[in-house]
């Protein structure tokens, strides 16, 4: 039998629901504690290592993260096995996470042998989270929403460049690091760590952008229309490539991440693809058989009922519920009868009925015949 995977909020100690930055900041503390580099020779901390790394791959993706939300594992391809993070010699990790950074954080760049942080390569832009409602109809054949929210762009003032001017810094020589010394009590200890008169950029402005103050971005307002696709359920989520974030010297843009709230029905609900809606019915329309309308996302459609329909009964009419995610067929929309007793009748509606129960033997009602069979069988 397969192992049995831990939840990936659990593994990273987060609850469901954690934002972008507070599961990179577990990855990062964990990663830091359990990594092999610091616990030679130790299978547990090894082990523990690649569960932490498999769990942050999931949930720094969107795409995958939306579908483990709703499916647990089940809903990722199987075919990844147990390395969805690419665990290869502990360098599986996601976009941005540098293993020179976590080496740094960890050692201090002690004896020289470590990298530090530093601004100057390129670097992703962030995400951006937004939220949109739509109806039970959109959801469930898809539609075009607008999203209005704010983001980072390039400066179009400067054209991103941060202002005119620009030289190396003279303070590092237009590395962006700076080699210091420290004395400990175990001598002088060597550390690099990112300039403090560029910010570890390596340049320096002469002439700043007034409008961006010479950081080449600048904040504003956008609207997108995106794609809600066919099918999607309440709390999944649509992530739009490169329009989150502008990106740092020269790195690609973040996503737009948006969570989609879907307003319930007043007479369906969903189960995956599939609608149920429960159907009251006359206790003639049971007894006798009858054909009767049943509303559809389509419109309204004809259902025959059997003679002798029982209460609780459903019936399936194929391809009537939701789009699936793919687009390429739909679910069955599946209907559960409800007999419903009549109320108010009066002494000649009483009277027939009486006289219709009269009529009747214990062979038509089997479920009650059935009931007291097992206690004469004592």
């Keep these: 039998m397969a192992e049995q995977k831990r939840d990936c909020y659990e593994v990273l100690g987060l609850k469901k629901g954690a934002s972008d930055s507070e599961i990179k900041k577990a990855f990062y503390k964990l990663a830091k504690q359990y990594h092999p580099d610091a616990n030679p020779g130790d ?3 090894e082990a523990r290592f690649k569960e932490i790394n498999e769990a942050y791959s999931v949930l720094s993706d969107p795409e995958k993260r939306s579908r483990y939300d709703q499916y647990g594992w089940a809903g990722l391809d199987p075919s990844a096995g147990g390395g969805f993070g690419g665990f ?32 100057r390569g390129p670097r992703r832009g962030d995400d951006i989270s937004a939220r949109v409602t739509v ?24 054209s991103g460049s941060g202002g005119t001017g620009v030289e190396n810094c003279p303070k590092c020589g237009g590395r962006g690091q700076v080699t210091v010394q420290q004395r ?23 002439n700043p952008c007034k409008d961006c103050r010479g950081t080449g971005l600048q904040r504003r307002n956008k609207v997108l229309e995106i794609n809600i696709p066919g099918g999607i359920s309440d709390g999944m989520r649509v ?12 790195g690609s843009a973040g996503d737009l991440v948006v969570d989609v709230n879907v307003r319930p029905h ?10 149920l809606c429960t159907l009251p019915i006359t206790f003639v329309e049971a007894a006798l058989g009858a054909k009767v309308t049943v509303p559809t996302l389509d419109g ?23 789009q699936t995610l793919d687009g390429k067929g739909r679910g069955n929309l599946l209907v559960t009868v409800d007999v419903e007793v009549p109320r108010g009748l ?27 069979s097992k206690f004469k069988k004592k």
């Design 43 to 45: 299978k547990a901390a």
């Design 88 to 119: 290869e010699g502990f360098g599986g990790f996601s976009e941005g996470f540098d293993v020179g950074d976590l080496f740094g954080d960890l050692f201090g760049g002690m004896f020289g042998g470590g990298r530090s942080r530093s601004s």
């Design 135 to 158: 109806s039970f109809e959109e959801a469930a054949f898809g539609c075009k929403k607008e999203i209005r929210y704010a983001r980072v762009e390039s400066c179009p003032t400067c």
């Design 184 to 206: 400990t009590p175990f001598g002088y200890m060597q550390s690099t760590q990112a300039c403090d008169a560029c910010k570890g950029k390596g340049k320096i402005i002469k």
């Design 239 to 250: 992530s739009v490539r490169g329009q989150g974030n502008a990106g740092i010297n020269g």
């Design 266 to 275: 007043e007479v369906f609900r969903r189960n995956g693809f599939d609608l």
């Design 300 to 322: 309204q459609v004809e259902l025959t009922i059997p003679e002798g329909t029982q209460s609780g009964t459903t019936f399936s009419l194929k391809g009537k519920g939701t």
């Design 346 to 372: 009066d002494k000649k509606q009483k009277d027939a009925l009486a006289a219709f129960g009269q009529l009747c033997e214990d062979g038509h009602y089997a479920k009650k015949s059935s009931f007291f």
